[in-house]
């Protein structure tokens, strides 16, 4: 017998065809996602007050839900800020510029270097800790500086952001809203974030090479920042002067190698999920406290403080506009009963997987349809250039798809994590790549065109991947 719809349910698919029709309008979609939580919690409670209370209630959900995440990259932007400040940041890669002897060598370098870094730094601060120091660098070996954003745009806003495997919170967001273990969903995205990277990293290589050639590149550059001045510029700030220069040496080795040890011991000890990012974050907080000191001695304590609230101040302004629209997706899973109590029909698993029931029943879905779908869902949802906003839209939309078709929920869900954050974490919306764009002194429009079709040829061959594997 067929699961039974109630208004809940169709006023819930109502809103996410509406977020949705707003997205590929490239319009904000926060004020819906509270007006369909009102409507929600009209419907359940069916008092006004209980629905206001809903919308306040549900963002302390959402909350508590993200408050991992929001902390760890805001722990991360405070130390990676004492880091470049101190300039131990460019003591970390500068044995790395040796290796980029040419412009394919500087290309595959730079871009190695700033996904690795990305992974436990995020993106937006790696730009600054990688391209202060190696950008010069390439541009002086001859690769053009719109191609060294490319490079670490692509490894970095695409291949390390789209997995986020150390900081996990992309892949928090998605297994939420799914319903699945983080580390179920981690793992189904590796073979599809490798097929992307590979595809799109080659491709934007051998297009640039090309037209190089073909003597069509052009780079883009924005008026009064050239290759000379790129080439001579420095760290973004002069080091204080408390800090020697074999002291910077010293901690340029032994923080990376404190991230290493914080790899070794997930492994070892099966850490993952919260324990995982516990880790990390305890280990930034750690080095931003003893490097802070030592930087600015007698004035170490209020610069701590300073440094996380800078980080704060990134994290909730990245996070802020998630929560509202998180906590709308969050109830259509398990949130609803949490806030509402048992408001939905007798024998009901969650608004979402009762819509993908009830979708099983009336369309013919398959691997194929549910990857496709996925994807353009995805990439739909990045059109905002947040990347993060509408990843629980996918993750949502992914358990509704994998209970039509009874498989693949894993696969899905990252397919779509995966394909929301190439398009909207920082390859191809112009104002997603201003970091990247502003850091090489090229525009952003013309590194979003470069960028546009490797990233869709890699969506292409990802979804082709992902098709086989549901």
């Known amino acids: 017998m067929g699961i039974h719809l109630s208004a809940i349910h169709y006023v819930y698919l109502v809103f996410i065809v509406f977020i949705l029709a707003l997205l590929i309008r490239r319009r904000d979609t926060t004020m819906i996602c509270v007006a369909g939580i009102f409507a929600l919690g009209l419907l359940a409670t069916t008092t006004v007050t209980g629905s206001v209370s809903g919308i306040f209630n549900s963002f302390i959900y959402a909350t508590k839900e993200l408050m991992g995440t929001i902390m760890i990259i805001s722990i991360i932007v405070a130390m990676s800020r004492i880091l470049i400040i101190t300039g131990i940041n460019e003591t970390m890669v500068a044995p790395l510029t040796r290796f980029l002897r040419t412009p394919a060598m500087a290309y595959w370098g730079i871009g190695l270097i ?16 990688v391209g202060a120091v190696l950008l010069p660098v390439a541009v002086r070996v001859g690769l053009p500086a719109l191609g060294a954003a490319m490079a670490m745009n692509l490894f970095g806003h695409g291949i390390a952001l789209s997995g986020d495997y150390i900081i996990q919170g992309a892949p928090k967001l998605t297994a939420d809203a799914a319903g699945l273990p983080v580390s179920s969903v981690m793992q189904a995205s590796v073979p599809l974030v490798i097929v992307m990277g590979l595809v799109t990293t080659v491709t934007a290589f051998w297009m640039m090479r090309r037209d190089q050639k073909n003597g069509t590149w052009r780079d883009g550059l924005v008026t009064g920042k050239g290759p000379a001045d790129l080439a001579s510029s420095g760290p973004a700030e002069a080091a204080p002067v408390y800090m020697s220069a074999g002291l910077r040496k010293g901690l340029a080795v032994a923080i990376p190698l404190l991230f290493l040890l914080d790899v070794i011991c997930m492994f070892v000890l099966n850490l993952q999920g919260g324990d995982a990012t516990a880790l990390v974050g305890g280990t930034a907080v750690l080095i931003l406290i003893v490097t802070t000191l030592l930087a600015h001695r007698n004035q170490g304590l209020e610069k701590t403080t300073s440094y996380l609230i800078e980080g704060f101040v990134f994290g909730f302004k990245v996070f802020g506009p998630v929560i509202p629209i998180a906590a709308f997706f969050y109830l259509g899973d398990s949130a609803f009963t949490a806030l509402y109590g048992n408001a939905l029909p007798d024998g009901s698993h969650g608004i979402v997987n009762d819509l993908g029931v009830a979708l099983a029943e009336h369309v013919p879905l398959n691997g ?75 525009s952003p429009f013309e590194l979003a065109r470069r960028n546009l079709k490797p990233v869709l040829l890699g969506l292409a061959a990802m979804t082709i991947t992902a098709i086989f594997l549901i």
Request: charged share 0%; proline share 4%; aromatic share 8%.
């Open 114 to 129: 700033m996904m690795v870094t990305s992974f436990f730094f995020w993106p937006s601060p790696a730009v600054a800790l």
């Open 368 to 442: 194929a349809v549910g990857a496709v779908t996925l994807t353009v869902i995805g990439a739909i949802t990045g059109l905002d250039g947040s990347g993060f906003s509408g990843i629980s839209l996918a993750g949502s939309i992914a358990q509704m798809f994998a209970a039509a078709i009874h498989s693949g929920a894993a696969t899905l869900t990252a397919l779509g994590q995966v394909a929301a954050i190439w398009v909207g974490g920082g390859t191809l919306i112009p104002w997603a790549l201003i970091p990247a764009a502003a850091i090489c002194g090229v």
